[in-house]
Every structure is written in structure tokens, then in C-alpha cells.
């Protein structure tokens, strides 16, 4: 498949899309680097393109992941959450960013997050922006799973009710 894209880039390098699809293909499977170059290739060519800035808030939510330890972590965590909900505030976006947020976001608080009343706090948050996007996509049922799995998060914390 590495023949076929770099066939396809001569006559597409000049379509947001096809680097989107590129970048979301490494964010997912593959090499972070190449997956930043090419979601900076779709937005300098679509700077207000609400899938790459969501697909980019992915990304960081994944550079973060990798090194949790990092300085930068918690800034990109940052940086990807704000993203992320001003894509879900501004568009019909779909279910995927509440996904993405709401995934990548539990994931963060097992690695990322040491305190839990900071953890808890950090849940809470995810489970009400999981929340509205179950409200919008009620048929989803990737979002429903996902928001079973922040309640047990978030319960499983177990911390005394002065802390909610």
C-alpha cells in the first residue's frame, strides 16, 4: 500500500483530505512523526477544518500517552481537550470527538494523573462532556460503552462524598 500512496500523493498533495486520511491512519496504527507531518500538510492546506483539528487533538492526546512522564504531557492533554471542545461546540461533529476525548482522556487519567482527587476531577469532566455526546448520538453505542467505563472509572476511586 506504501506504492499506492505515493502514486496517489502526485496527484492529491494538494487535497486537506488526503493528508487527514494519511495522518489519521498513523495516529492510529502507526508512527506519530509522520502522522504530525502530514495533519500540518491537511491544515496548512484547510486551516479551519474541524476533522483535522480534531484528528490533531488526537494526536496529541497520543504523544502524551507515550510519555506521560514528559513536561510537555500535560500541556498537549491541555491543549487537546480545548480542541476538542470547541470542535464539539462549534459543529455537529459527529460522535467521534466526544469518542476520542472520552477514550484517550480515560486512558490518560490511569497513566497521567497521580492524585485522585485530581483524577477524579479530570473524570468527572470527561464523564459530562461523554454525557452530551450520548445525549446528541443516544444509537452510539461505542459512546454508552465508553461512558459505563468512565462511571467505573470514576467510582472505582472511591472516594469519600466531600470530594465529588
Request: aromatic share 10%.
Amino acid at each position: 500500500s506504501q506504492m499506492l500512496y505515493q502514486e496517489l500523493e502526485g496527484m492529491l498533495s494538494d487535497d486537506s483530505h488526503y493528508w487527514l486520511q494519511r495522518g489519521s491512519l498513523e495516529v492510529e496504527f502507526g508512527d506519530l512523526r509522520l502522522a504530525e507531518n502530514f495533519l500540518n500538510q491537511a491544515r496548512g492546506l484547510s486551516p479551519n477544518d474541524t476533522f483535522i483539528e480534531n484528528e490533531r487533538a488526537y494526536l496529541l492526546l497520543k504523544k502524551a500517552l507515550e510519555q506521560p512522564k514528559s513536561l510537555a504531557a500535560q500541556e498537549f492533554v491541555q491543549e487537546a481537550t480545548r480542541s476538542i471542545e470547541a470542535v464539539i461546540a462549534t459543529t455537529k461533529s459527529g460522535p467521534y470527538p466526544f469518542h476520542v476525548l472520552g477514550s484517550q482522556g480515560l486512558a490518560w487519567s490511569r497513566v497521567g494523573i497521580q492524585s485522585d482527587e485530581e483524577k477524579a476531577k479530570y473524570l468527572s469532566n470527561l464523564k459530562r462532556t461523554v454525557e452530551k455526546g450520548v445525549g446528541l448520538y443516544p444509537d452510539n453505542k461505542n459512546l454508552r460503552e465508553l461512558r459505563e467505563s468512565l462511571q467505573w472509572a470514576y467510582l472505582s476511586l472511591g472516594l469519600s462524598p466531600h470530594h465529588r
